[in-house]
Nanobody, 126 residues
Framework: VQLQASGGGLVQSGGSLRLSCTAS????????IGWFRQAPGKEREGVSC????????YYADSVKGRFTISRDNARNTVWLQMNSLKPEDTAIYYC????????????????????GGQGTLVTVSS
């Protein structure tokens, strides 16, 4: 299972981007969907998650109040709206499905995430 993230780009500090997550030949229904990021030389970080069952959400403290995750199951798409971007948000962003759960885990370090899909690069200039 590989999900494709898109919508990244170069933006100035304080700007906004909207990332999209889609999957061809695979329905996102019934799965919690998470956004993760990895910056050069840094550990992978779980950024946000949205459950399938009730669309409950989770945000890392580093993005809380600035990022908003949403999903449209009919369109098989999940979005990550990123506002007030900071240089430290620069990273490759990936969207992943938790293949064993429809609700977000209590920590994004948990879960059976579908690594292997295409990420999208977000670069925030100061």
């Amino acid at each position: 299972v590989q999900l494709q993230a898109s919508g990244g780009g170069l933006v100035q500090s304080g700007g906004s981007l909207r990332l999209s997550c889609t999957a061809s030949g695979f329905t996102l229904d019934y799965y919690a969907i998470g956004w993760f990021r990895q910056a050069p030389g840094k550990e992978r970080e779980g950024v946000s998650c949205i459950s399938y069952s009730d669309s409950s959400t989770y945000y890392a403290d580093s993005v809380k109040g600035r990022f908003t995750i949403s999903r449209d199951n009919a369109r098989n798409t999940v979005w990550l709206q990123m506002n007030s971007l900071k240089p430290e948000d620069t990273a490759i962003y990936y969207c992943l499905a938790d293949l064993e759960h429809s609700r977000c885990p209590p920590s994004l370090r948990l879960g059976s995430w579908s690594w292997g899909g295409q990420g999208t690069l977000v670069t925030v200039s100061s």
